[in-house]
């Protein structure tokens, strides 16, 4: 949002929201003289019953997406909000859009969410995924428990599978009208915005699968990552791939492309790069993917730490 140290101490120093915020530069700047007026239009934005902040983590666009469709207020993307620790979010209305990893929440959501303090009276989750959810929600509401964050609706939402390393990308778009995309995010949206209260319940052998793989995982990703990525000679250094990294795991010289070992195993870069120029060893065939309803500059905007 690239807000300048003012602003942020005045929201906090008398806990304006961002748009109430906005308001009043806005109305200062007018050079509002009649303050029948400016109290009136102040009342109608102090009052948004809609207000809501939602907070997203997206690597090919599918969280975005659903993000945008739902976000009736603040969009804030969790890589960028993570340059700041120890902050207080406060909103009618709070919500987290994540995509499936290995059964669970991503690391960076993981990490996002034990940093920081929320404070809201109705809280949503949304986690997308390409195959099996398994236990990813039960995961969510488990880490937000210990950041005192009790969820008042979970939703699930099937989407293009992005992982590369176990899915053909084009066998992946064969399923999507079948998946209903559109049909299911409508009521996700309608749900929320009637500040809905339900929530996904999942049998035990979700928890136990999801248990066993967040175990597993460390080893897994310190095995896997990277270290099976390699860019070919296509590459023209365009540095797409080290703007779309929310670990600022990848640096572009004019020389060579370099993956630096911090790695969320995002697939990001390789199904980012313009020029096809990344893969991985054993890769399953060619084909990327990106969400079509968002642009490369909002997944650069969303992820970009250069
Ligand atoms: C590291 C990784 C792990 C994933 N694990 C799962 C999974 O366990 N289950 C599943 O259904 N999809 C899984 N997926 C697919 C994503 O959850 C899905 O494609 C998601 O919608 C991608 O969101 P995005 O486009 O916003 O990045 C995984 C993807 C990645 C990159
Ligand atoms: S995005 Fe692709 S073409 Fe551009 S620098 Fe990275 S690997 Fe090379
Ligand atoms: S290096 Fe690629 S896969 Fe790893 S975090 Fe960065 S964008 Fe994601």
């Not at 996002?112 to 949503?124: G, P, V």
């Not at 950041?147 to 992982?163: G, H, K, P, Q, R």
């Not at 248990?211 to 080893?219: D, F, L, M």
């Amino acid at each position: 949002m690239g807000l300048c140290p003012t602003p942020c101490k005045l929201l906090k120093k008398f806990d304006l929201n961002f748009f109430e915020l906005e308001a009043l530069i806005y109305l200062e700047w007018c050079g509002a003289d009649n303050p029948m007026v400016l109290s009136l239009d102040l009342l109608i934005i102090f009052n948004r019953g809609d207000f809501m902040i939602t907070f997203y983590f997206t690597a090919t666009g599918n969280c975005l997406y659903v993000a945008k469709r739902i976000n009736q207020g603040e969009l804030i993307s969790i890589p960028q909000a993570l340059k700041k620790e120890n902050q207080t979010y406060k909103s009618e209305s709070i919500g987290f859009v994540f995509p499936c990893y290995g059964f669970g929440v991503p690391k960076i959501v993981q990490e996002f969410i034990s940093k920081n303090t929320f404070i809201s009276d109705y809280f949503f989750t949304v986690m997308t995924y390409g195959n099996i959810a398994s236990g990813g929600l039960g995961h969510m509401e488990k880490i937000c428990k210990q950041s005192n964050i009790t969820f008042n609706y979970t939703a699930e939402i099937l989407m293009v599978d992005n992982y590369l390393p176990v899915f053909k990308i084009e066998d992946q778009l064969a399923k999507e009208a079948s998946k209903k995309i559109e049909e299911n995010l409508e009521m996700i949206v309608q749900d929320i915005s009637q500040k809905s209260n339900k929530k996904v319940e999942k049998c035990g052998t979700h928890k136990v699968a999801t248990a066993v793989i967040k175990s597993a995982e460390s080893t897994f990703l310190k095995s896997y990552i990277d270290k099976k990525f390699y860019v070919n000679e296509s590459c023209n250094k365009c540095g797409t791939c080290a703007k779309v990294c929310p670990r600022k795991n990848i640096s572009v010289t004019a020389e060579k492309v370099t993956y630096l070992h911090n790695c969320e195993v995002c697939m990001a870069c390789i199904n980012l790069c313009p020029k096809n120029a990344i893969h991985l060893k054993n890769q399953r065939s060619e084909s990327r993917f990106k969400n079509q309803n968002v642009t490369l500059k909002e997944l650069i905007d969303a992820n970009n730490q250069l």
